[in-house]
């Protein structure tokens, strides 16, 4: 058995299904539901003894401790978080509740656990933290990718939430001998992401007709990972992965924004011919504050130590995203609910074009 936070979200629930398609061992999923949290993702699942659901709050210290003292997991896994750079920069309070007190939270309580615990199932116990490289800052265009050892240097609050949330995951294994493992990934696209997201955002705006939004000169560069070589990469870490260390999750995928957009235009022109090109609704709008101009990882360590690499290419990956979007149609209304169209109209409405 093994505890997963946030498992209704876009990764969390992807990480579930595949960690069910590959083996039996159950799952017990706790996520809040919050706007980015959807059971739709997990329908498959439905009846399915092996997923045990169970709504509720990281933040929630008794109900965190009575799910580890009921089911007695091997590992807690969490993906519980905010994650949205646009959201944060709106609103941090949520981030530094969530990102930071949840995480101190599981990690309280999962260091309780696990000092109950004795032989084998103490020694074998993983606490796993998924992070992401936003952490480490921003790079130039001739800096190296970022590595494990990378200084943090976190730009936005959604990133420093992240950020502080690592720390504290070192702390309690240096200080308490808790056994974690943390992995720090590249941005993620595929089945399920929320449409504020870039990727969904420029399909569900293209399909619709709707300018698309761009920010700046759209020349911010990003390290794309195909949401299921991530979740292999975290299950890999999680099976052999060194307590106390963190290993970086990587897609080999450089692109510029605006190369992504013109990459997603053309493969909807391909699948869902139009009657002007997509590509003739992008739009340039007013950058956002304290935008990162690049990341990009260097994922050497989790392949000499554990044999991982991504399996996805960007043109594959991008080609099944698109079709998991035309096919799911009903998926992407259901969740471009009023909420959704507020806070869209709240972060884009008031940008106008770039300057």
Known sequence: MILVTGGAGFIGSNFVLQWLAKGDEPVVNLDKLTYAGNLRNLDSLRGDARHIFVKGDIDDPKLVAQLLREHQPRALVNFAAESHVDRSILGP??????NIHGSFNLLEAARAYWDGLA?????????LQVSTDEVYGSLAATDAPFRETTAYAPNSPYAASKAAADHMVRAYHHTYGL???TTNCSNNYGPFQFPEKLIPLVILNALAGKPIPVYGDGKNVRDWL???????GIRRVLEAGRPGEVYNIGG???KANIEVVQTLCAVLGELRPAAKPYASLISYVKDRPGHDRRYAIDAGKIRG???WQPAENF???MRKTVEWYLANA??????????YQQWMNANYEARGAAA
């Open 315 to 317: 043109a594959g990956g």
């Open 226 to 232: 195909y949401v299921d070589d991530h979740c292999s």
């Open 305 to 307: 130590e554990l044999g």
């Open 119 to 127: 032989g084998e199932a103490k020694s074998g116990f993983r606490f």
């Open 179 to 181: 056994p974690t493992l």
């Open 252 to 254: 080999n995928s450089e």
């Open 330 to 339: 009903e998926w992407t209304r259901q969740v471009s609910s009023g909420e």
């Open 93 to 98: 309070a949520e981030f530094v509740r969530t």
